[in-house]
């Protein structure tokens, strides 16, 4: 385990293994250990680093000194692109996937390859004027008005109802529901992000790198709206909804999500978009009508 200066403070890293390296980016109200599973299932062949965001796991708070804590979580990531010093593979989950975008699209030549699981880019919604955009509007709009009056009991109880069902949060121990209130402040900085973000998707076009965007079948409109758009807008960018799955796929369905991220790593760049084939050509192509959509089942792999 590493601490890295960043700005304002210091951030956790966990960093295991030999290998290219792929960085893997939590959630919201997660932390490092949500990878624990992926990270050693990858880490006999890559070199796997883990960071705590901002205000999570023992990673200092954001500093928020301009813009939003995306921001000082994306100079959290370029900081840790730097130290790596190479060209890295870059995994993220909701939150962590929309600061993975994020970065990518600003550092697309330190970034090789790029997963990003029901990305919560939400701001994508409000630029386009998306039917979807109301929902996740009016979700984020009592989490931040909870937040402000310092209700955040009342912040997780909505979050997880939203995200994951009626009753997830009286099903959790008192432990880990202490801990998911203590990151609810941080949460309703994220949310402010979904306002503030001026990127549109038409921005995600330039780039190049081979992409997997993972949706839960079950996830929410908004989620899978932002999906859609990623999935248009990126060339030649692939696509795996997860049979049975929710938002918290990488949990529920560990071995499914898993084995999409391990076999999109593991993929030589001569086949960026496993369509040069397809094209009948023998130079690959990033058009947009190569996009592929993969079912998923949870128990039988790649349907």
């Not at 008005?145 to 994951?164: Q, S, V």
């Amino acid at each position: 385990m590493h601490r890295l200066p960043i700005r304002g403070g210091t951030a956790v890293v966990e960093d295991t293994g030999h290998g290219a390296p792929v960085i893997l980016i939590h959630g919201s109200a997660g932390s490092r250990l949500q990878w624990t599973r992926l990270t050693a299932r990858l880490s006999t062949r890559y070199r796997v680093l883990a960071p705590d965001l901002t205000g999570y796991g023992g990673t200092s708070w954001p500093a928020v000194v301009d813009g939003t804590v995306a921001d000082d979580d994306v100079a959290l990531l370029q900081d840790l692109l730097a130290w790596v010093d190479e060209p890295v593979r870059l995994v993220g989950h909701s939150y962590g996937a929309c600061v993975a975008a994020i970065v990518a699209r600003q550092m697309p030549e330190h970034v090789t390859r790029l997963v990003l699981i029901d990305p919560a880019a939400f701001h994508l919604l409000r630029r386009t004027g998306d039917a979807a955009w109301p929902e996740i509007r009016d979700v984020a709009h009592a989490h931040m008005e909870a937040a402000w009056k310092a209700d955040f009991a009342g912040c997780a109880h909505r979050l997880m109802r939203y995200w994951i069902g009626a009753d997830a949060w009286t099903a959790l121990s008192p432990d880990r529901a202490a801990l998911v209130v203590k990151a609810m402040h941080k949460v309703a900085l994220e949310w402010v992000a979904a306002f503030e973000l001026d990127e549109d998707p038409e921005d995600y076009a330039q780039l190049a790198m081979p992409t997997l965007l993972i949706c839960g079948a079950d996830t929410t409109r908004a989620v899978r709206r932002v999906v859609d758009l990623l999935h248009a807008a990126i060339p030649g960018s692939e696509r795996v909804d997860v049979v049975g799955a929710g938002h918290l796929a990488p949990f529920t369905h560990a071995d499914t999500v898993n084995l999409a991220i391990e076999r999109h790593l593991h993929r030589g760049t001569a086949d960026r978009t496993a369509g040069a084939g397809r094209n009948g050509g023998g130079t690959p192509t990033y058009g947009r009508c190569d996009n592929q959509s993969v079912a998923v089942s949870a128990d039988s792999g790649f349907a």
